[in-house]
């Protein structure tokens, strides 16, 4: 179980940030996104690009890859 990161919608650096985005709010981070991808369960979270880890349960629960096609 993943506490804390259930709102979570994705991990994302923005220059030399790191945020963690729940809806339409953003989170700097203390962190770098190689840190988050060691910290959080692999069965939850994905690397999907060099500046995103993507919560894909909350993606597909969401159905928002939907938009994409």
Same mark, same amino acid.
């Given at each position: 179980?993943?506490?804390?990161?259930?709102?979570?919608?994705? &991990?994302?650096? *923005?220059?030399?940030? %790191? &945020?963690?985005?729940?809806?339409?709010? *953003? &989170?700097?981070?203390? #962190?770098?996104?190689?840190?988050?991808?060691?910290? #959080?369960? *692999?069965?939850? &979270?994905?690397?999907?690009?060099?500046? %995103?880890?993507?919560?894909?349960?909350?993606?597909?629960?969401?159905?928002?890859?939907?938009?994409? #096609?």
């Amino acid at each position: 179980m993943c506490v804390g990161c259930e709102g979570i919608s994705y &991990f994302e650096t *923005q220059g030399d940030y %790191v &945020f963690a985005v729940q809806g339409k709010k *953003q &989170f700097r981070l203390s #962190f770098r996104l190689y840190e988050l991808e060691q910290q #959080f369960p *692999q069965d939850r &979270f994905m690397r999907v690009s060099k500046s %995103v880890i993507l919560n894909i349960i909350s993606h597909i629960s969401n159905r928002r890859w939907e938009r994409h #096609f």
